[in-house]
């Protein structure tokens, strides 16, 4: 098993491109999500998704957006970069549960810059 | 709402000497909590889970962590530190209410091990 992959590892953008990043899962895990880690301020989630076909808003949202087309991908985009964007992104999955929390299951990580 | 604090950005410890990572949590229902650490340019990986089961939990490379209801706390030990334990760990809080599996991260303890 992979585990969580993630698509590009590194990326330079300058303010107003858009660019998407790519999260794959092969432990068919139902939810899945995006974090953003910057220093001093742990990770932050931006958005999630308990489902195939469903997203949801998280702390950290404006700006991106998200598509859940397939079980295992998360895709997560950004329309127009601004510098404010300049982060390590991190994709995590995990199973559904109805009692008990599993732990979520980390990809390595995107390091963006936008210039 | 839930969140964490960690106290302290920052620990150094002589490789041998214990180790004591601060983590206190605020949630309103029986959290779920969790410990991870975080090696240079990687993702994020388990080092053990509260779930209720048992308040003195045992994590991966000798680390554990009580969890005192009364204090609402969750600090990480390790008796005696190696070099290889130098990294960032993250104290984060679960709750299963609103969708998804949640987390919500401390803002992270460095820890560094000198000889």
């Known amino acids: 098993n992979a585990g969580v992959t993630q698509t590009p590892k590194f990326r330079v953008l300058k303010t107003g491109q858009s660019m998407t990043l790519l999260c794959a899962q092969d432990?068919?895990?139902?939810?899945m999500y995006w974090y953003r880690q910057d220093p001093g301020m742990g990770l932050r989630l931006i958005h999630y998704s308990v489902g195939e076909g469903t997203t949801a808003k998280g702390e950290v949202p404006d700006g991106y957006n998200v598509s859940r087309l397939k079980k295992q991908n998360f895709l997560l985009g950004l329309e127009s970069a601004a510098p404010s964007q300049t982060s390590v992104y991190f994709c995590a999955s995990n199973r559904h549960t109805l009692a008990g929390a599993y732990e979520q299951f980390f990809g390595p990580g995107t390091r963006l810059t936008v210039l | 709402a839930q969140s964490v604090t960690q106290l302290g950005s920052h620990v150094s410890v002589s490789e041998g000497a214990l180790v004591l990572l601060r983590c206190n949590y605020s949630s309103s229902v029986p959290p779920y909590l969790f410990w991870y650490v975080q090696y240079p340019n990687q993702g994020l990986q388990l080092l053990l889970k509260y779930t209720s089961a048992a308040t003195l939990v045992k994590g991966i490379n000798g680390f554990e962590a009580e969890f005192k209801k009364s204090e609402t706390s969750f600090h990480l030990t390790k008796p005696s530190a190696h070099m290889s334990d130098a990294a960032e760990y993250f104290c984060a809080v679960s709750s299963l209410t609103g969708g998804g599996n949640k987390l919500t991260f401390g803002t992270g303890t460095q820890l560094k091990v000198e000889l």
């Open positions: 432990m068919n895990h139902e939810y």
